[in-house]
């Protein structure tokens, strides 16, 4: 049984910064891409930042690029999204993501 537990989450004015962490508990030793997705109210979720084992490929919506980045620590068993640059927009519940298993989401709430 794999756990995600995501922090990080608060209330930040537009321009500000939160760094996001997703730490994995259980079968930890599969190799695994992990995902950040976010769903704002009223919208679908949406796919925001997925980084490879390796850390050595990556992808970002075109929403965050340049702004968000994503690592890993696999010693820690731990996911991070940096965020820069907040926007309003961002404003959403962020959710780590591994396989077919999500956590329970933290919220950003970005103040314009």
């Known amino acids: 049984q794999v756990q995600l537990v995501e922090s990080g989450g608060g209330l930040v004015q537009a321009g500000g910064s939160l760094r996001l962490s997703c730490v994995v508990s259980?079968?930890?030793?599969?190799?695994?891409?992990m995902g950040w997705y976010r769903r704002a109210p009223g919208k679908e979720r949406e796919k925001v930042a997925t980084?490879?084992?390796?850390?050595?490929?990556?992808y970002y919506a075109d929403s965050v690029k340049g702004r968000f980045t994503i690592s890993r620590d696999n010693a820690k068993n731990t996911v991070y999204l940096q965020m820069n640059s907040l926007k309003f927009e961002d404003t959403a519940v962020y959710y780590c993501?591994?396989?077919?298993?999500w956590g329970q989401g933290t919220q950003v709430t970005v103040s314009s």
């Open positions: 993501n591994r396989g077919s298993t």
């Open positions: 259980g079968r930890t030793a599969s190799r695994y891409v």
């Open positions: 980084i490879s084992w390796s850390g050595g490929t990556t």
